[in-house]
């Protein structure tokens, strides 16, 4: 199993600008969350999904928007970027079970000019 | 989910147990204690979990109180690698928990040195 995989590792971006962050698990897991981290920092919930076709916001929702068309892929989009949006963005996935525990992708990296 | 206080930063020699506390205080019949760690620039990593019973796994030791107010993580034999910081996440189980929202707080950056 390659896990929990994310793409682009780096990116930088101009103010406006929209783009799609990858995240994609190969471990059939029904939940599936995107987190941002910044410097000093937890981990902020921004979208979840609780299975195919089913999303709702968590803490930081604004200036993003995701879709889960399959259980394996769960795109985070950045519809006209800030530099607020500068940040680590990880992926997580989890079967979803009664005291289960969650997989983390490696992150993403991104940079907003 | 209930409030975690972690110290913020600990030293451990390479070699010796690493004793990680964590205050719960507020902590709920039906709330588990997690542990999570991050290496730099990585993802974070699971480590154990427990709701009231000691646990042990290949990575580490949790230590509950009796009265749940507060945990120790044991890494019995620390190495350079477990440089990191650890994340004492209290929360309900998933069926409860919107998308298994995980609440991370500052942690314990934890150096291990050689």
């Known amino acids: 199993n390659a896990g929990v995989t994310q793409t682009p590792k780096f990116q930088v971006l101009k103010t406006g600008q929209s783009m799609t962050l990858q995240c994609a698990q190969d471990?059939?897991?029904?939940?599936m969350s995107w987190y941002r981290q910044d410097p000093g920092m937890g981990l902020r919930l921004i979208h979840y999904?609780?299975?195919?076709?089913?999303?709702d916001q968590g803490e930081v929702p604004n200036g993003y928007n995701v879709s889960r068309s399959t259980t394996e892929d769960f795109p985070l989009r950045l519809l006209s970027a800030a530099p607020s949006q500068t940040s680590v963005y990880f992926c997580?996935?989890?079967?979803?079970?009664?005291?289960?525990?969650?997989?983390f992708g490696p992150g993403t990296r991104l940079t907003v000019l | 989910d209930a409030k975690t206080t972690q110290p913020p930063s600990m030293d451990c020699a390479e070699g010796r147990a690493a004793n990680l506390p964590c205050n719960h205080s507020?902590?709920?019949?039906?709330?588990?204690v997690y542990w999570y760690r991050q290496i730099h620039s990585q993802g974070p990593q699971y480590i154990i979990h427990g709701l009231k019973n000691n646990e042990t796994n290949e990575m580490a030791s949790l230590i509950i109180t009796e009265d749940r107010k507060s945990s120790t993580l044991i890494l019995p034999h620390a190495t350079l690698r477990d440089t990191a910081v650890y994340y004492c996440i209290v929360r309900v189980s998933m069926i409860y928990n919107q998308g298994g929202k995980l609440i991370f707080g500052q942690g314990t950056e934890l150096s291990v040195k050689p």
């Open positions: 471990m059939n897991h029904e939940y």
């Open positions: 999904s609780v299975g195919a076709g089913i999303t």
């Open positions: 507020t902590i709920s019949g039906n709330e588990y």
């Open positions: 997580a996935s989890s079967r979803g079970q009664n005291q289960d525990t969650q997989y």
